[in-house]
């Protein structure tokens, strides 16, 4: 049995996964602020799944976590964590001390990717593009994770895409995070609703224009990932999934439009089928934690 | 001892190269123009390496050749090389029957990014950017290149950057291409000078306004090419290599001035040191013929 943790901006998920992938047990946790607390919320993670499962920290083949940031893999250091409160940690360490076990650690992404692949069943090369808060993506080949020379392959929400575009928190303009992400949703579309993507996207079904020519741009920024990922890496599906992709199928199919629009002008991207190879996570799966579980592995 | 052959639109290289990889002996043919004429320069080649070395065809320990077009590298068929005259042409087969031995047939970028890997003794991963009549890269990881899930990874030039940008023949609008390589030169500095690029440098260092507004978006185009191959792929090493490549350290300082300047504004590009990643392919080695030789081999 291996244990995966997904870290989150508010909660925690966990779980045991059996020898064959499949998801043994889970539970949800609500996330501590700073250094501190996030250790103590994976060694009570790991401690309520051994509850559920009878086995102590030592008894699992694996643990792996999956954590917002900048991740060292290698040593299980975490830097700017923002949303965590968590600046610079030595996680892997911290719960080693802890638990008396190693610990593996991995960007959430990169984890989410791993679970996706798995959870999907995919082969080949697959892109994992997370439409969070930002925007970036991770990329899993022959299901191990693509890292790269320096560990920021995926960083694709830093791309800019067009001169005239907003200024992005990265300091450069028109970045696809600007308009593909919650936080290009938020920068354009004031609300108090706690769902602002459902909330944006129930506004464009009811025919407001600013609300569909966000939602245009939103798709087409999505698009423009995906398009991306295939000329660059030539994955063989991208995966959309992070908070935005709870929009479901309203949001597909108008990523689905863009694409196939775009077909329709250009021989040459009709050539690369950019439309079917992409797909939504499945809603409800808890892939990051899943992927925690993988992370490190002989499958991961 | 390996053999191999660069069918380029006007010359054809080839070389023979000895079990260390040095450069043996080296020969240079007008390519033919049309399917039979492309198969008889290739026979030539061979013989004339033959000569210089005294082997046969059968002699070399592998014969590769690197040509542009989309070429399916498992069947040796080449499809669309438009500047040899070649529309669809099974030139594996074809050299096998008139050599009695297996060519290796792979495209001239992915064959001169091997053979810059190579010569340039590099380790980990590495995109070729080639800057030709259009633009397209090769990325090689490890010492084998990265093909993709359908062959056409690295195509970065039909990714548009800017909206407002002229028409690609690929249909879409602001492809990196369209400033980023010879015909897009061609496009904005008319002239009946035999090298443009050249004229085009001496006129902006004349203080031709329209000049260095041209040679400012090259610079930027190659930049931004830079920028899409680390932030998604996360390769160690960009290799400018191809015609624009002549152009030299003028070149390569214009796109040094750019990528600093980004990383002046923006601090996440400064943490990803694009500049430092960036170098030419050394001027006056056969990469592309050298890459060739190594297609498919253990190396390769």
């Known amino acids: 049995m291996r244990l995966g943790i997904d870290i989150g901006g508010t909660k925690t998920d966990a779980v045991a996964v059996d020898e064959v992938g499949g998801l043994a047990q889970r539970v949800r946790l609500v996330t ?3 250094h ?32 917002p940031g900048m991740v060292d893999s290698a040593s299980g250091q975490v830097a700017h964590a923002v949303n965590l409160g968590v600046e610079r940690l030595a996680l892997g360490g911290e719960l080693a001390g802890r638990l008396g076990v190693g610990v593996r650690i991995e960007n959430d992404v990169k984890a989410a990717a791993l679970g996706a692949f798995h959870v999907l069943g995919l082969g080949g090369t697959m892109a994992y593009l997370n439409l969070g808060t930002g ?19 995926g960083e694709i929400g830093h791309l800019p895409v067009d001169p005239a575009g907003a200024l992005c928190g990265c300091g450069q303009r028109g970045c696809l995070e600007t308009v593909a ?8 579309w004031r609300t108090d609703d706690p769902l602002p993507a459902r909330a944006l996207f129930a506004a464009a079904a009811d025919g407001d224009r600013e609300a569909r020519a966000i939602t245009a741009r939103l798709a087409e920024g999505i698009a423009a990932a995906v ?32 694409l196939d629009g775009w077909a329709a002008t250009s021989p040459f991207l009709a050539s ?7 797909r939504l996570v499945p809603e409800g799966t808890p892939v990051a934690a899943l992927g925690a579980a993988l992370v490190g592995g002989a499958d991961g």
Chains 1, 2 share one sequence.
Do not use: Y
Not at 40 to 55: K, N
Not at 135 to 153: C, E, N, Q, S
């Open 181 to 188: 992400s919650g936080s290009g949703i938020a920068r354009q």
């Open 135 to 153: 925007m970036a993506a991770g990329i899993v080949v022959d299901g191990r994770l693509w890292r790269g020379a320096t560990g920021i392959a």
């Open 36 to 67: 501190a607390a996030v250790v103590e919320t994976a060694v009570t993670a790991v401690a309520r799944i051994g509850e559920l499962t009878g086995l102590p920290a030592g008894g699992f083949s694996s643990i792996g976590i999956g954590i």
């Open 227 to 258: 398009r991306v990922l295939v000329l660059t890496v030539d994955v063989d599906t991208v995966v959309i999934g992070g908070g935005l992709s709870h929009l479901g199928d309203r949001l597909l199919c108008e990523v689905h439009e863009v």
């Open 272 to 278: 690369v089928a950019l439309s079917r190879r992409v």
């Open 32 to 34: 501590g602020f700073g």
